[in-house]
């Protein structure tokens, strides 16, 4: 809502404004929030880019004496498996944000589930919203129908199956977020590209008998951008939120190599005996979400002002 | 307005059949052998086999589909002696299907070899009777006979064919290829308001859904009375003191609460009341079927977490909301001109403020569902969503059919009350 | 414990006077002893009167029970139709309460008579006499005679109802086999000699029906037992009201139950332990390790154990590499430590195993050193297969196991044991459902067991050829271990048995499919005001006719 407001305030200039990258970043710290956010975000990007090359202690190695509370050697203390928990904390950031591990195990690609789950969205949605939005008519209509069956399916039913389905794996959960994400990312640039698409330079690129998809993906994309955006930064951290919350449920990433949500789960059981194995990766997850909310906020705030 | 709704419902029902299909087609891929789940790992393939048979399992996928669709009893009816009936368990009040043999209520079995009569007494139990004229000459010397068994099967008894395998009974030499042959579980289909059978539990699932879609309705219904106020009211309060101290404390409260997972919140709150405290119980114990209304209080700790999460999420939206509507023109206008203050803020400004959070909450609802399945879980609380979780789980067909159409009704009801409202609210929409 | 008057046998199994002299003699055990006697049909009061003959009559209880009171238990709630289609202990203990066996297995792995008077066994262990007990009636006040007790062994064998009991009795060989001498004696004519017969009735599935009984137990729920079936509610509850004219009578000469009602409460685990820690449950069923963890020093639990066959044996398909060469299995079998995966997955509770499926808890096992740790020794050997096939260290292999019990952290200790021996092992730990629709194909893996009272019972499940597209998930079999197998299921003598069991826990070690570092000790974790409650190796609440409540 707040963000297709960001759009129309953003297009009532009428002026083809296309933002820098540089412009773009400069307005983060025009804003505290923005800022305070961002920092929280690197707070955590920088965290797992260590742990790809040092971690205090082998993650999933029971060196140590079982529920061990924090003391000089395990900072942040140990799990009921005797493993350091800053160790496994300081991995879990990977899975979420730095890589996917691909199917076979062998290899993985930079980018991690939640941001890879938000792309997804990001490009299923962009597609089917631009297509509603601009061509209108029969597209919309069956676009919107697919999309309203999409948001009205129980989504911890089609994470269920799914899993079942296709067993657990990292792409498993990306496409379990792009699926449940691309409804919303669709409705939104539906939204704005209803609403661009009334500008003059779309009329003059139509003129130009520029192609549909020039015009959606060069002429409106560009100009959605800033919601998108914005959008895209909640999106992600929902995503996290969702990690979460599968691993509890015990449908998340595959072990052995930590993330948070599924270090949530196994401690779970031992929640009454220690419960700071739950505390550190349920705090990581609040930071983080809470961070790319403020970074979102600030950024939107800003994106408004500047506008204006 | 005729139009509208007439075009709302065309579109419910387009995308309950989009819905239905869909889950149809992830649960015939996604899950395993059925029959290994209820009779366990120590059956034998034969048991499966026949398991299976009689869930209807061995027919085309489709045909499965329609059944569930629209019902299977005409496809039996065609082929029975006698006609098809439903009657209520007076013990269970389980629709359970008869035959009509001259007026008396009546199934089948196959005993030793020999067809049986079970006719139905007055208490839902029947008595045995022979049956042996009901025979109807098949092929060479096969004979068969469809009937209605126990298990609300039509099913295909069949006699004297098939292989040709001898057994030494104490009876004498019996045929081994004898009895029930084809099964058809008879059912209405969800059009004529059968929603089936769980394989889970193996009873009706309209049986098992109702309490459970209540009892979520109860704790969505207590948490969003508790919620909704006081997000309202702390997201005014926040709104129209922008940038000050007290707009710091609620937002940033606000924002940690919406960003801790519902999962940590529930278990600590269990922890602390519950288990340390001991003020309040831990999880909700059904000990009756209407519990949480004996003892309320077990409803504190799941409302508790629903709010902490709700809440913030609410509060924020909101708060923006406000935010926007006291910095737009007219506001400014209306005080610049000297009207009182808190005059403008309770006539206009959150009147106006009031409806991009009525309709967010609207769409807000389905993820509501998917933290109701967290609390559930974590409470034992036997709702809709943990029923949605356990049936995903088993792979029970008509469970989860039923409980997402539950899921897509109420989605579709609150986004069309969201539109109404917004429609309502807002002159520009309404002639758009 | 019970105490039932009975006239000497006239028809002692004969081989019950030679058991007796190798019990005199020291070369069977106590255990053994009582075990063999009374499958053979002595009465345990009578067995155990043997081998102690001068104990005290059983020391007066500290307390009279008390009567009344409703006992809760969190457990989770499944599927219950018919019960001889049970596939679940938690459906069992609802059904058990209200239902009762021919024979009864106490915690103690004795089996009694109990809704049989009395079993006879021909020396040929192949025809069985089963005595049915007098006087015994249904809740809805039919009398139960050999007719019910054929109905329901009628259900069983049919393969349209889906009972384990059918592939359990397949020695029985079919339903004509069954014969019904009069109303309270039925002779069984096996198809091959077995001696596990009374504990086979007391197979969960195998509660005896009515004979009118239409298939759904919760729309019938007629049974002999104490309690009767007042409420239950699909994944809700089971609510259990006590019967007034049970045929047991108490301590206080009235007749059992003590408790008025018994309440199941379905519930995750999770959710019923914190139940049980606030108090709002007298029991907590299945305790995990972390649950023992937790409540240990809970002042108001109290803890039951026993010793069990349940186990997680990590399993290796042999007909697939690198499996199928023993070097590969004998080097993870030395990559286990034994010690740290009992202390990481069971914090120390249980007994260390040897790489056979074969219990101290069995009768008959023979005792054998536990294995070291020794990845060195591994390393060679796989060096060794790795050269042969060209391959390099560390070799690479999936084990694939469920989210459920231990199993996590057997898997991930044995990850963390075997890198030294030259194995890399990728876990694949998905939830219990999961693992189950693929337990007998995966090709490494970890599966639980449950307890069994007798080897005999398990290893042709498993470890035979008969068995390889049924239960044998390794696919393992071995024609000296098969021959051996068939000799110890008939053979009698206890001292004979444990011989062959000698030798088939030494071939499994040597070329079995399984590496096993523990035995579970089965734990009961149950509020101090319960009392008359016993833990029970295959999780069943068995005494709740006699568990009662103090305050």
């Avoid at chain 1, 589930?113 to 490009?123: D, E």
């Avoid at chain 1, 296709?166 to 498993?172: A, E, H, P, R, S």
């Avoid at chain 2, 292989?163 to 290829?177: D, F, H, I, M």
């Avoid at chain 3, 060195?376 to 560390?394: F, I, M, R, V």
């Amino acid at each position: 809502m707040n963000a297709e407001a960001a759009a129309n305030e953003e297009n009532k200039s009428e002026k083809r404004t296309k933002p820098s990258l540089w412009k773009t970043i400069s307005i983060i710290f025009e804003s505290r929030v923005a800022t305070i956010g961002m920092v929280m975000v690197a707070f955590w990007v920088i965290v797992g880019c260590i742990s790809l090359v040092w971690t205090p202690y082998d993650p999933n190695s029971s060196d140590f004496i079982q529920n061990l509370s924090p003391n000089a050697t395990n900072w942040l203390g140990t799990d009921h498996m005797g493993r350091d928990l800053l160790s496994r904390l300081m991995q879990g950031t990977q899975v979420i944000l730095l890589k996917t591990r691909l199917p076979g195990g062998e290899h993985s690609i930079p980018g991690g589930v939640a941001i890879w789950g938000v792309l997804g969205s990001l490009f299923l949605g962009v597609i089917l919203g631009l297509n509603a939005g601009y061509r209108r008519g029969w597209t919309d209509q069956i676009i919107m129908q697919v999309l309203d069956a999409l948001i009205a399916f129980p989504q911890i039913v089609l994470y269920l199956v799914v899993i079942a389905a296709l067993g657990q794996g990292d792409m498993v959960v990306i496409l379990a977020i792009t699926i449940t994400g691309a409804p919303g990312v669709a409705r939104l640039a539906r939204s704005l590209a209803l609403d661009i698409q009334t500008r003059d330079y779309i009329r003059a690129a139509e003129t130009r008998a520029e192609s549909a998809w020039f015009i959606m993906f060069r002429e409106i994309l560009p100009n959605a951008r800033g919601p998108l955006l914005v959008d895209s930064m909640l999106r992600v951290g929902y995503a996290i939120f969702m990690i979460g919350t599968l691993g509890f449920l015990g449908i998340g990433l595959p072990p052995p190599d930590p993330d948070w949500g599924s270090m949530v789960n196994e401690a779970r059981k031992y929640i009454f005996v220690n419960q700071l194995p739950v505390i550190w990766p349920a705090l990581a997850i609040s930071t983080l979400v809470i961070g790319l909310n403020l970074f979102a906020d600030g950024l939107r705030e800003e994106l408004m002002r500047y506008q204006k | 307005m005729v139009r509208f709704l007439v075009r709302s419902v065309v579109s419910t029902i387009i995308t309950i059949l989009l819905v239905s299909i869909g889950l149809f087609v992830l649960i015939e891929v996604g899950s395993g052998d059925i029959s290994v789940k209820i009779l366990g790992v120590f059956s034998t393939p034969e048991q499966r086999a026949s398991y299976r048979a009689q869930l209807g399992l061995n027919a085309p996928t489709w045909q499965r589909y329609l059944d569930w669709l629209v019902g299977n009893d005409w496809r039996a009816k065609s082929r029975m002696t006698y006609p098809l009936i439903t009657l209520k368990n007076p013990k269970t009040k389980e629709v359970e299907w008869w035959a009509d043999v001259d007026g008396q209520a009546t199934r089948w079995k196959m005993d030793k070899g020999e067809l049986k009569r079970l006719v139905r007494k007055e208490d839902g139990f029947s008595k045995v009777m022979p049956a042996e004229s009901d025979w109807i000459k098949g092929e060479g010397t096969e004979e068969f006979f469809w009937g209605v068994d126990n298990r609300n099967n039509a099913v295909k008894f069949v006699k004297g064919s098939g292989e040709e395998v001898w057994v030494l009974t104490k009876a004498g030499l019996r045929k081994q290829g004898d009895g029930p042959r084809e099964y058809i579980p008879l059912r209405k289909g969800l059009i004529r308001g059968d929603a089936g059978l769980s394989w889970q539990y193996n009873r009706p699932v309209s049986m098992i859904l109702k309490p459970r879609v209540r009892n979520t309705l109860v704790l969505a219904g207590v948490a969003f009375v508790v919620v909704m106020p006081l997000a309202l009211f702390f997201g005014i309060l926040a709104g129209i003191n922008e940038g000050k101290l007290l707009d710091r404390i609620i937002s940033i409260t606000s924002l940690g609460a919406t960003s801790t997972p519902e999962f940590v919140t529930g278990i600590f709150l269990i922890l602390i009341f519950g288990i340390w405290l001991k003020v309040l119980p831990a999880v909700t114990m059904f000990t009756s079927s209407n519990a949480i209304f004996e003892n309320p209080m077990m409803l504190a700790l799941p409302v508790m977490t629903l709010t902490a999460v709700e809440l913030g999420y609410v509060a924020r939206m909101t708060r923006a909301s406000m935010v926007e509507v006291m910095d737009s023109a007219y506001i400014r206008t209306a005080i610049v001109k000297g009207m009182p203050y808190w005059r403008v803020v309770f006539r206009h400004a959150i009147r106006n403020a009031l409806m991009a959070p009525i309709t967010i909450i609207m769409l807000h609802v389905n993820w509501l569902i998917g933290g109701v399945v967290v609390v559930e879980v974590i409470f034992g609380y036997p709702g809709l969503g943990k029923f949605i979780f356990d049936s995903a789980i088993f792979g029970d067909f008509s469970a989860i059919e039923a409980a997402a159409m539950v899921t897509v009704l109420i989605a579709i009801i609150t986004r069309l009350i969201g539109d109404l409202a917004y429609t309502l609210l807002n002159p520009r929409v309404r002639y758009a | 414990m019970e105490i039932i008057k009975r006239k000497d046998r006239k028809d002692a199994h004969p081989y019950i006077p030679e058991l007796k002299e190798l019990y005199q003699k020291g070369r069977v055990t106590r255990r053994e002893f009582l075990r063999n006697a009374t499958l053979l049909g002595m009465s345990a009061a009578a067995a155990y009167a043997f081998i102690s003959p001068f104990a005290p009559k059983k020391a007066m209880a500290a307390a009279m029970p008390k009567r009344g009171g409703t006992w809760k238990c969190g457990m989770s709630l499944q599927l219950i139709d018919h019960p001889a289609r049970l596939s679940w202990t938690e459906g069992a203990n609802v059904v058990r309460q209200v239902s009762e066996y021919l024979s009864d297995t106490g915690p103690d792995n004795i089996t009694r008579p109990w809704l049989c008077e009395k079993w006879v066994a021909s020396e040929d262990l192949k025809t069985w006499d089963l005595y049915i007990r007098k006087g015994v009636k249904f809740n809805d006040g039919q009398v139960m005679t050999a007719d019910d007790v054929i109905f329901t062994m009628n259900e069983w064998l049919n393969k349209d109802v889906g009972s384990s009991m059918l592939g359990l009795l397949s020695y029985w060989g079919g339903p004509q086999n069954i014969e019904k001498v009069d109303d309270y004696h039925i002779r069984l004519h096996l198809v091959s000699p077995n001696i596990g017969v009374p504990e086979h009735l007391w197979h969960y599935p195998g509660v005896i029906l009515p004979r009118n009984f239409e298939g759904d137990f919760i729309k019938q729920p007629v049974g002999t037992g104490p309690f009767i079936l007042e409420e239950f509610a699909e994944g809700e509850r089971a609510v259990l009201k006590a019967r007034k004219d049970y045929w047991k009578m108490g301590e206080d000469g009235q007749p059992l139950p003590y408790l008025d009602k018994v309440m199941y409460i379905s519930m995750s685990a999770d959710a019923g332990l914190a139940a049980f820690q606030s108090g709002q449950t007298d029991v907590h069923y299945h305790p995990r390790p972390s649950d023992y963890l937790a409540l240990k020093d809970n002042p108001m639990a109290k803890i039951l154990t026993v010793d069990s066959s349940y186990c997680y044996p990590i399993r290796m398909r042999v007909d697939l590499p690198p499996w199928d060469d023993n070097r590969v299995r004998t080097a993870l079998k030395l990559c286990q430590d034994r010690k740290k995966t009992l202390q990481l997955a069971a914090y120390g509770l249980g007994k260390l195993a040897i790489d056979a499926h074969i219990s101290p808890a069995h009768p008959a096992y023979c005792e054998k050193p536990i294995p070291a740790y020794n990845p060195k020794k591994a390393k060679e050997l796989l060096q060794a297969y790795a050269s042969e096939k060209g391959l390099k260290l560390p070799l690479k292999v999936k084990l694939a196991t469920k989210n459920d019990e231990a199993e996590p952290e057997i898997a991930q200790t044995l990850k963390q044991t075997a890198l030294a021996g030259g194995f890399d092992i990728k876990l694949d730990i998905t939830e219990a459902g999961g693992y189950w629709d693929r337990w007998t194909e995966v090709d490494l893996g970890i599966t639980s067991w449950t307890h069994r009272s007798i080897a005999t019972m398990v290893l042709p499940l498993a470890y035979t050829k008969e068995s390889i597209g049924a239960w044998n998930e390794t696919r393992w079999y071995d024609d000296e271990f098969s021959a051996l197998l068939k000799d110890a299921e008939a053979q009698l003598d206890v001292e004979k048995r444990r011989s062959i069991m000698c030798k088939l826990e030494d071939i499994m070690q040597e070329r079995g499919p399984i590496a096993l570092s523990y035995w579970v000790q089965i734990m009961e974790i149950v509020n101090k005001r319960v009392h008359g409650m016993e833990a029970h190796p295959t999780h069943m609440h068995t005494t709740l006719r006699s568990t009662w409540l103090d305050g």
